[in-house]
Every structure is written in structure tokens, then in C-alpha cells.
């Protein structure tokens, strides 16, 4: 199979995973592990409903004393973080802050 075939099919194959649920995943900006397979489906399912619908953009196991973090970009644009036990029942959520490569934006610490 040629480097260009492979490249696409990769890319349709990651299309069709992403098309059923709506939810782009990106890897961990600060060296957190994201999450995958059941895992991964049950805490951003749990997130999203808590939330109300939105984009997936991270996930991570355990921060900030959670067992599992989702961050969400809402439909407005804003970006909450949730936080989730090990049950997948909302322990918390805030809105992220963090800028793009996951430290603060301006104004922050």
C-alpha cells in the first residue's frame, strides 16, 4: 500500500470513530495520560451529559485529585474541565483557563 492510501485510509478510519460520537480527542498537553476504550467512552459520556453537550478537546487520568478529567468546549466557545470519581459520577467541574499549550492564560499564575 502506498504512504499516500495509508494516510488515507488512517484518516477515514479516524473519521468514522470520531463521526458516532462527536467527540475529538486530543492527547494530554502536560504529559498526563489520556484517556482510552471503556474508559474513555464512560467518563466522557458522564461529562458531556453533566454538561449539557459540547466538544471533547482532552482527557486525562487523574487531576486534580479525580480519578478521571474531561475538558469540554461548549457550544459557546468556553472550555470546562470535569471531574469525575472512579465511578464516573462528577465530583466537580470549573471552566479551564489554561491556554494552549495547558498553562495559564493571561492574567493567570
Known amino acids: ?7 488515507v485510509a488512517v484518516a477515514a478510519t479516524l ?16 504529559g498526563d495520560k489520556p484517556l482510552e476504550g471503556k474508559t474513555l467512552d464512560q467518563a466522557t459520556s458522564a ?3 453533566h454538561v449539557g453537550g459540547g466538544t471533547v478537546v482532552e ?22 474541565e470535569v471531574n ?3 465511578n464516573y459520577s462528577v465530583i466537580g467541574a470549573e471552566p479551564d483557563e489554561d491556554g494552549p499549550d495547558d498553562s495559564d492564560g493571561p492574567g493567570g499564575d
Open 1 to 7: 500500500m502506498s504512504k499516500r492510501r495509508l494516510i
Open 15 to 30: 473519521a468514522l470513530l470520531g463521526a458516532g460520537t462527536g467527540v475529538v480527542l486530543a492527547s494530554a498537553g502536560d
Open 47 to 49: 461529562a458531556l451529559d
Open 59 to 80: 482527557t486525562e487520568i487523574g487531576d486534580d485529585g479525580a480519578a478521571y478529567g474531561v475538558e469540554i468546549r461548549k457550544d459557546d466557545g468556553s472550555v470546562v
Open 84 to 86: 469525575l470519581d472512579g
